[in-house]
């Protein structure tokens, strides 16, 4: 039901975009998370379907934008001034409820991910 596409290998100060195509039903809520190996899955940004409320980790705040299509029931993640640390593996996900949240367990959706890997 969650479809992430858009990753790949970039230079370090470079920009990707991914996508997250939504389908099966209508999602109140959707998050991007990411996860290196070894490490936690760690929140990166989320933002509410019906009025476009945002919110960031303090990591990528300034450098990553998510906006969402709701025509499309994509939603996307603009990276920018890309950084070695931000290479993992990225997680759409998504809930049917509103409000606007960072925690993991507050998603029931998820997507297989996609690979960021920046170079330096």
């Known amino acids: 039901q969650l479809q992430a596409s858009g990753g790949g290998t970039v230079q370090a100060g470079g920009s990707l975009r991914l996508s997250c195509l939504a389908s099966?039903?209508?999602?109140?809520?959707y998050g991007w998370f990411r996860q290196d190996p070894g490490k936690e899955r760690e929140f990166v940004a989320a933002?509410?379907?019906?009025?476009?409320?945002?919110k960031y980790a303090e990591s990528v705040k300034g450098r990553f934008t998510i906006s969402r299509d709701n025509a499309k029931n994509t939603v996307y993640l603009q990276m920018n001034s890309l950084e070695p640390e931000d290479t993992a593996i990225y997680y759409c996900a998504a809930d049917l409820t509103y409000a606007l949240t960072s925690r993991l367990r507050d998603y029931d959706y998820w997507g297989q991910g996609t690979q960021v890997t920046v170079s330096s």
């Open positions: 099966g039903r209508t999602f109140g809520r």
């Open positions: 933002i509410t379907r019906s009025n476009g409320y945002t």
